[in-house]
């Protein structure tokens, strides 16, 4: 088997990007890349499915991931996908029960079990088809994207994400949105924040979908609806709880596709990347992707494993 690593220095401390060149230098089958600029990692991944690699490995955060799978998007077939997690949040490697540890995310990518995932297809108007794997979020969600820079997430870890959410709050926004269900019936509503997913968490373990299913063929869409701070806060101490789809305030449903439009144009990021503010449309694409998962990954939430 041929591996190729695809690290983002910038995404983990020196330390341990220095521990992931020790070792991987001592195993001939595994060739390591570093990235140097935003948009190489999915450059080397669409390098590596050319070149016939087996497994092509992004070593970083969500957002090195979401660049490796568009690069892997010229052939999902071609290669499997293994996540060896150094962002501030590591969403996706929640999901999928991803050690933590960088070396026992390593190891496990010769012995972790494999598992058939969905994407997330998301087009705009005047813009390119890109593929998410672990969370679409817009509204409130991208606000705080828009003032969560680097240097905040160098400075504030974990909590780099709470920190930008309390600097977007005195510009609360509500959005007239038509949400569009499958080519079906429509539904508009004031919306404070949007989820589109396919995993769990966003935003550094925050559960935005907790019932979310990568393998099920259908997109969880979690909507906030707008009201006051007061009402803001209630959602936001279930949310804490993992339990906020049980607010009034919040509104869950399961679609294959959803077209969303909204007055103002809301800004949307994918898998923690701001794309665009221009309506938008999500559609699953089942089963998609191989993935390396962790031995105790369990695709649906509601089925104790």
Request: proline share 6%; glycine share 10%; aromatic share 6%.
């Amino acid at each position: 088997m041929r591996i190729c690593i695809i690290l983002n220095p910038n995404a983990g401390s020196a330390e341990q990007a220095a521990v992931l060149h020790e070792v991987v230098a001592k195993r001939s089958e595994v060739t390591l890349r570093e990235t140097n600029r935003p948009g190489q990692a999915r450059e080397f991944a669409t390098e590596a499915v050319r070149e016939g690699y087996d497994l092509i490995v992004a070593a970083g955060g969500d957002g090195t991931i979401n660049e490796v799978v568009n690069g892997l998007a010229t052939n999902f077939a071609a290669a499997r996908l293994g996540v060896i997690p150094l962002g501030t949040g590591n969403d996706l490697a929640r999901t999928l029960a991803i050690p933590e540890t960088p070396l026992e995310a390593l190891e496990l990518l010769t012995s972790g079990p494999e598992r058939s995932l969905d994407l997330i297809k998301v087009e705009a108007v005047g813009r390119e088809t890109v593929y998410c794997i672990n969370v679409a979020a817009g509204g409130f969600s991208g606000q705080v994207d828009e003032v969560l820079t680097d240097e905040l997430k160098a400075s504030w870890g974990p909590l780099a994400y709470l920190r930008g959410a309390i600097g977007a709050l005195p510009d609360l926004t509500g959005y007239e949105t038509i949400i569009t269900w499958e080519d079906g019936p429509t539904h508009r509503i004031e919306a404070l924040n949007m989820i589109v997913a396919n995993g769990r968490t966003a935003a550094g373990g925050f559960q935005v979908a907790p019932l979310a299913n990568p393998e099920d063929g259908l997109l969880d869409v979690v909507i906030v609806r707008y009201g006051s701070l007061l009402d803001l806060a209630g959602v936001v101490a279930r949310l804490l709880a993992a339990n906020y789809l049980d607010s009034d305030q919040v509104l869950h449903r399961t679609a294959r596709r959803v077209h969303i439009a909204s007055r103002p144009g809301m800004w949307f990021n994918i898998d923690g990347e701001l794309l665009c503010k221009e309506p938008v449309t999500f559609s699953v694409l089942p089963q998609a992707l191989r993935v390396i998962v962790g031995p105790d990954y369990n695709p649906d939430p509601t089925v104790k494993s």
